[in-house]
């Protein structure tokens, strides 16, 4: 079934189905000259203790739903050596779980359903290569306290109530969350913007929910002719969080190492949670575990929020000054197996921040560039295109080329390749660039 388009007024309906969704109403939205745009927007819940209750409610049947796929999907592999696909499974399985666990009819459905196509997606991940094979998911892990439910016939929206804003979410009801600062509901939630599910996560002793957002923003510009001076790229680092610049500019962007920033407090606050009585069998501690245990989380939050504010400040200074921009597709993976540098590196969050760049990037129909991980931006030089294998140790700064012997910063000489890289990218694919 294909999918169709309206336009009414300013907004776009939808309507059918395709089994990729996202390119169906892309391609649906061509002749307009526009796409859809996917966003998240993260808020934090402040739950009564009875929506506490609710929640608990729906992330254990979540939970539990989730491993009874998982055990018969492996049971059912080892008894036919087939799959068992997750419309089968909901077809065959979910009224006969019903009966048997009453619980779950306390749930809501596209929670239920989420959570086995949750385990599906685990599986093809597992078969690319991209994860290992599923796991079941605990009480005690950040993977087993969270549900998804999806939006139908407006079960999930924003609302306010003498003057203070609300969600309503499926069987549970209106839930007050915290108004980000200069927003408003109509500001969170555009007009034109649809919401197509909600994930409610759990952590410590806090709630946050995750929107996932739907908008239709205009394709980016097919241009013909660009000048360099729109074109930024980034080179990221551990000593600098990053070198960016255009052509005939640069500038060092510090890296704030929040780890170690709060490293003695937060070594001192786990020392403090260590000392406190807890009980591996049952996980339960002491009122003071719980005490300390709360005050760990809400340092590595600080931690967090220090770091993503930072990012989005930055970022957004990237995305209004340029048109395109240029970054290695970095593999960050990898490069944390190296004990030594891996700390340093997760505390940099480079990919949360080039996502950061890469959708505000997209919202405003501009460019984003990856030239590949393999190309050697720092060992080649930036003026006469000689590779210098010698300076793949990160222990040199800087060198002197030996064809034309020019000196180079390795921060700044990447920065320029990339920039060369992300411009020969561009005129392969037929755009013009002018000086």
Not at 330 to 337: A, D, F, Y
Not at 382 to 398: H, P, Y
Not at 411 to 422: C, F, Q, R, S
């Amino acid at each position: 079934m294909a999918v169709t388009v309206t336009k009414e007024g300013d907004v776009f309906r939808f309507s059918g189905r395709a089994f990729d969704i996202t390119k169906a109403k892309n391609e649906a939205l061509e002749p307009y000259g526009c796409r859809v745009h996917n966003y998240d927007l993260v808020m934090e819940l402040i739950p009564d203790d009875s929506q506490r209750a609710g929640f608990a409610q729906q992330i254990g049947n979540a939970r539990f739903m989730r491993n009874q796929y998982l055990n018969d999907r492996i049971a059912y592999y080892k008894e036919t050596r087939k799959t068992l696909p997750v419309d089968v499974y909901k077809k065959k399985y979910f009224p006969k779980l019903k009966e048997q666990y009453s619980f779950l009819t306390l749930s809501d459905k596209f929670a239920l359903e989420s959570a086995i196509e949750h385990v599906d997606t685990a599986y093809k991940n597992f078969f690319e290569g991209w994860a290992a094979f599923p796991k079941f998911a605990s009480k005690w892990k950040p993977s087993g306290n969270t549900y998804t439910t999806k939006w139908t016939g407006n079960n999930i929206r924003l609302e306010e109530h003498d003057g203070l804003p609300y969600i309503k979410l499926p069987k549970v009801g209106l839930v007050r969350f915290i108004l980000p600062k200069k927003q408003t509901i109509q500001t969170l939630v555009p007009h034109g913007t649809s919401i197509l599910s909600v994930a409610v996560k759990k952590k410590g002793d806090r709630y946050t929910a995750s929107l996932q957002l739907e908008t239709v923003v205009e394709s980016p510009v097919q241009l013909n002719q660009m000048s360099v001076r729109d074109i930024m790229a980034a080179d990221m680092g551990i000593k600098l969080f990053a070198i960016i610049g255009g052509e005939d500019w640069e500038k060092e962007i510090p890296n704030p190492r929040w780890i170690r920033i709060h490293e003695k407090r937060l070594r001192r606050l786990q020392k403090s949670l260590s000392r406190k009585k807890y009980d591996k069998e049952t996980h339960t501690g002491s009122k003071n575990w719980e005490k300390a245990k709360q005050k760990v989380a809400a340092e590595h939050r600080k931690i967090a929020n220090q770091r993503k504010d930072f990012q989005h400040k930055l970022s957004r200074r990237i995305v209004d000054r340029c048109s395109v921009f240029c970054c290695e597709d970095l593999n960050i993976r990898g490069m944390v197996k190296n004990r030594r540098l891996a700390k340093e590196i997760s505390s940099a969050s480079w990919g949360q921040f080039l996502t950061m760049v890469k959708y505000k990037m997209e919202r405003q129909g501009k460019h984003f560039i990856q030239v590949s991980r393999w190309f050697p931006s720092s060992q080649t030089c930036s003026r006469c295109g000689f590779q210098n294998t010698v300076v793949k140790d990160l222990v040199i700064r800087s060198w002197k080329c030996p064809k034309c012997g020019t000196y180079h910063n390795r921060d700044v000489n990447a920065k320029n390749n990339i920039l060369a890289e992300g411009i020969r990218l561009l005129q392969k694919n037929g755009i013009i660039v002018t000086v």
